[in-house]
């Protein structure tokens, strides 16, 4: 059975904190693996990675994949109340699907 | 560029109604899918549409339908609601069925009574 397991499931930082999100999975269909942000609605997209080792990064927003030890990580460094939100992960599928399946995500609070 | 756009954006019904959902994918955009969200199980794959056919099915019973038109425009259907199919109805579109990131909308909330 595909599993997409997030961790830690709720985190609880200061401003100018480092965090670090962890997302592992196992599916039998891989293609990417994606991080979305949710706010109060919409998840946001942030950053979509395909090949193992090569970091994207977006402001302070940084992630890389794993492909031998299935597993992805989401940096934010220099936190601000503004990221606070459910940040959550997916994998999307080979070619000739879109489904993408979902971690339960992980709630990020940020404190001044 | 607009992005997607759902209607109704809040809804309520009441158990055995029937109910449907529209969104607009962004211009350009012909893969459009479906994801239900509650707070136990997340975020759960419905269906996805490209090019007005069902490419793919999530996990759901019959009760849950779909249809893409010429527009790439999407509707979803539920028949004989239940108190369980509350949840945050969420479309995502993307530019083909080739590429996984997809773009979401601001979802309908559906409450059954």
């Known amino acids: 059975e595909d599993k997409v397991v997030q961790s830690p499931l709720s985190l609880v930082v200061h401003e100018g904190d480092t965090v670090t999100l962890n997302c592992s999975y196992e599916?039998?269909?891989?293609?990417?693996l994606l991080w979305y942000k949710q706010e109060k609605k919409a998840p946001t997209f942030l950053f979509m990675l395909?090949?193992?080792?090569i970091e994207k990064k977006s402001g302070r927003l940084s992630s890389i994949l794993d492909k031998k030890e299935l597993f992805s990580i989401l940096n934010i460094t220099a936190t601000q109340t503004g990221d606070s939100a459910i940040y959550l992960c997916?994998?999307?599928?080979?070619?000739?699907?879109?489904?993408?399946?979902f971690g339960t995500g992980t709630r990020l609070t940020v404190i001044p | 560029k607009a992005g997607v756009t759902q209607t109704p954006r809040y809804l309520i019904k009441t158990r055995g109604q029937q109910v449907t959902l529209s969104c607009s994918p962004i211009?350009?955009?012909?893969?459009v899918s479906w994801y239900q969200q509650t707070p136990g199980q997340g975020l759960q794959f419905l269906f996805e549409?490209?090019?007005?056919?069902?490419?793919n099915k999530g996990n759901f019973p019959g009760r849950f339908s779909g249809r893409q038109f010429s527009n790439s425009r999407s509707e979803m259907n539920v028949s004989t609601l239940e108190l369980g199919d509350s949840a945050l109805y969420l479309c995502?579109?993307?530019?083909?069925?080739?590429?996984?990131?997809?773009?979401f909308g601001p979802g309908t909330r559906l409450t059954v009574l």
């Open positions: 995502a579109s993307t530019r083909t069925s080739e590429r996984n990131e997809q773009f």
């Open positions: 599916v039998t269909n891989f293609r990417s």
């Open positions: 395909t090949s193992s080792g």
């Open positions: 997916a994998v999307g599928p080979q070619t000739g699907a879109n489904n993408l399946f």
């Open positions: 211009s350009g955009h012909r893969s």
């Open positions: 549409y490209f090019s007005e056919t069902q490419r």
